[in-house]
């Protein structure tokens, strides 16, 4: 089935410096893909769409300076956390769509210290 | 998107069959129903997905309700793997958007 890399799984960085997030559609290609975050005991929340060689899509609420997002290929969409704080310390998903549905990455985990 | 409504949390034992309920009484003629479970710190794992007919796979089967205002995941012999937190999603054909409910937590106990 399809498969969607996530890398890496886990970041520990300092606060103020940036972070980034790689998804890779490995065997299909996303011209659209997803990234979510996930704080501890909640439900996923959606961030942004991310449309390959156009600018991505942003949910309400969510600065689009803060957590930038690149989708430069069919196969590959990166989330940056720039200048990250403690408060940004979360699960990050990504997804992209496939011939079922969606198919999720394995999750980063971000802690900012 | 139709919202879900979904309990937040359920027990079955092992070896008997779970039965996960989810209410989407809003939802539209063109829109699917998409079940996904999330093991602790995982990415959502793709369950199955129907339209109005019954779907059955080798994970799960879905029932929904004639009038499509409800549906039930059933895992058929659920065992301590299957412990998670089940999502029940409804997406419009044509929107791309995938929104995420608050889940059922299932805990199989042995």
């Known amino acids: 089935g399809a498969v969607v890399s996530q890398h890496p799984s886990w970041v520990i960085c300092k606060s103020g410096t940036s972070v980034k997030i790689e998804c890779r559609s490995l065997?299909?290609?996303?011209?659209?893909m997803f990234w979510y975050r996930q704080f501890p005991k909640q439900s996923l929340m959606l961030m942004a769409t991310?449309?390959?060689?156009?600018?991505?899509?942003?949910e309400q609420g969510v600065e689009k300076d803060k957590f930038l997002i690149n989708h430069a290929s069919l196969t590959l969409s990166t989330l940056t956390v720039t200048s990250a704080h403690p408060e940004d310390s979360s699960f990050y998903i990504c997804?992209?769509?496939?011939?079922?549905?969606?198919?999720f990455g394995s999750g980063t985990r971000l802690t900012v210290v | 998107d139709a919202k879900t409504t979904q309990p937040p949390s359920m027990d079955c034992a092992e070896g008997r069959a779970a039965n996960l309920p989810c209410n989407h009484s809003?939802?539209?003629?063109?829109?699917?129903v998409y079940w996904y479970r999330q093991i602790h710190s995982q990415g959502p794992q793709y369950i199955i997905h129907g339209l109005k007919n019954n779907e059955t796979n080798e994970m799960a089967s879905l029932i929904i309700t004639e009038d499509r205002k409800s549906s039930t995941l059933i895992l058929p012999h659920a065992t301590l793997r299957d412990t998670a937190v089940y999502y029940c999603i409804v997406r419009g054909y044509n929107f791309n958007k995938f929104y995420f409910g608050s889940g059922t937590k299932l805990n199989v106990k042995p």
């Open positions: 991310s449309n390959e060689g156009s600018k991505a899509t942003y």
């Open positions: 809003t939802i539209s003629g063109n829109e699917y």
């Open positions: 065997d299909f290609q996303a011209t659209t």
């Open positions: 997804s992209a769509m496939d011939s079922y549905g969606y198919t």
